[in-house]
């Protein structure tokens, strides 16, 4: 199997001196879906922002991060933010055009896709996260939940290989949760996701990776990292309730 | 002052609410239309003289007859004109200290008052989007506009933003010394702006993570 995500001794300082990331290192095989687990502060946002060049400031292409084979280097950055889509955690600051359709359009068009095509994909892609004729809407007045599907649509239409997803279920109902998690579970891109819910991570993740204080502190099947509840307690995390009713074997 | 922010706030939202719920005529016409002739009504109305009291009515009686077709509520353009009105207060100032100016104050506050219904009307019937698309039509530099909807997108962010932390702040504030108020909204403020910075970072990075350049 190949890699679609490689990392490997990842650092990474703030401007104010504090390290984030102290020598991160895993590697994602495509079309798995793992969680990366994590108090907050713990480094999580800051790795995301990695996979796609957006963070570090400056880019080396020191080859610390790889995406799909190739590392994640200044002229690179173009090809690898198309196999990368990455859905950030607070909707408004994803969702920055005027209405829905123009938002969701704003990826293909990057991609230098054709009107017809850009179109074709905003259709596609809101019928995919359930918001098929919500086109017109105003960004700025839909519900938390649906800002979080449009902004979802919005990294669908570029059609990435990876998809990556900061907390996506934080703030929703538990309808909202339900239905995004189902969605998710649709999409067939490799998938990295960060988050607290961890019945998520059981339902969808067969992997799960805990960061703290920017290192790596364990890695390993979903049911036995969340089912060690020291290693849990340890992290700011606890061992789910779901697992007491589901048995892996 | 507080209070007054949580007003803007509230007559903010009404805007896009009546965009949402309302339909007339004037909401209907062609965006262009009405940027186009709301410009020459501006321009007119700031060139014409002020003796031409009869033109002044006329147009006074256009924008009513407008307002009236476009069913926006009474109440509401009154208060966006009352909001807008410290331009115009500001304006007549000036123009009272000046030699020929306590003569034809009034004439001036007129004439601003007409240019900000005039505003009032279009931006009330006609959608963002559509402005935008008028402006793009005709050649408006792109990153021009890009600004201006990023500003009027974010615009209700910040605001919702000040909002809750006028009330986090409301909810623990128990003295009621004016000199602490002005203070705390000094930090309110101060706190407002490093947090729209930091937004604006946030959304660049999740632009750029869609392949903007």
């Known amino acids: ?249 | 002052m507080a209070g007054a922010q949580a007003k803007g706030l509230v007559s903010v939202h009404l805007i896009h609410h009546f965009h949402g719920r309302h339909e007339s005529p004037i909401h209907r016409l062609p965006a262009a239309l009405k940027l186009g002739l709301a410009l020459v009504i501006i321009v007119a109305t700031v060139l014409a003289p002020i003796q031409w009291r009869g033109w002044f009515l006329g147009v006074a009686g256009l924008l009513v007859l407008m307002a009236i077709v476009s069913r926006l509520p009474p109440f509401f353009l009154f208060r966006r004109l009352l909001a807008l009105s410290p331009f115009v207060l500001g304006v007549v100032l000036v123009n009272a200290y000046q030699p020929a100016g306590r003569v034809n104050w009034l004439g001036v506050a007129f004439k601003s008052v007409l240019c900000l219904l005039t505003v009032i009307l279009v931006s009330n019937t006609t959608p963002f989007s559509q402005i935008l698309r008028v402006l793009k039509s005709i050649r408006v530099p792109a990153l021009l506009i890009t600004t201006i909807a990023l500003m009027h997108r974010y615009l209700f962010v910040l605001m919702d933003e000040a909002e809750r932390m006028r009330r986090a702040r409301a909810s623990r504030t128990f003295t009621r010394g004016r000199r602490f108020h002005w203070r705390a909204l000094a930090t309110v403020v101060g706190q407002l702006f490093i947090r729209a910075s930091e937004r604006a970072e946030r959304i660049y990075d999740a632009m750029c993570a869609r392949g903007w350049k």
């Open chain 1, 1 to 249: 199997m190949n890699a679609a995500i490689e990392i490997t001794n990842l650092k990474y300082r703030y401007h104010d001196g504090t390290e984030a990331l102290r020598g991160v290192s895993f590697c994602i095989t495509s079309g798995e879906c793992v969680a990366l687990l994590g108090p907050n502060g713990s480094g999580k946002s800051t790795l995301l922002l990695h996979l796609n060049g957006i963070l570090p400031e400056k880019l080396s292409g020191d080859g610390a991060v790889k995406i799909l084979g190739e590392p994640v280097a200044p002229e690179k950055l173009e090809a690898v933010r198309r196999q990368v889509g990455l859905v950030f955690q607070d909707p408004d600051d994803q969702l920055f055009c005027p209405t829905v359709q123009e938002d969701v359009a704003f990826g293909p068009q990057q991609l230098g896709l054709g009107d017809a095509e850009v179109a074709a994909r905003v259709q596609k892609a809101l019928a995919q996260v359930g918001l098929a004729g919500f086109g017109h809407r105003a960004t700025h007045h839909l519900s938390h939940g649906e800002k979080r599907r449009v902004c979802l649509a919005g990294v669908l239409a570029c059609e990435p290989a990876i998809l990556i997803l900061d907390e996506p279920t934080s703030d929703l109902d538990p309808r909202g949760r339900r239905e995004f998690k189902a969605l998710l579970r649709q999409i067939p891109a490799t998938k990295l996701i960060a988050t607290h819910d961890l019945e998520l991570v059981v339902e969808l993740c067969s992997r799960a990776i805990v960061l703290d204080r920017g290192s790596v502190v364990a890695d390993g099947p979903v049911f036995e990292l969340l089912n060690d509840e020291q290693l849990m307690l340890e992290h700011g995390l606890e061992r789910p309730h779901i697992l007491w009713h589901v048995h892996p074997h």
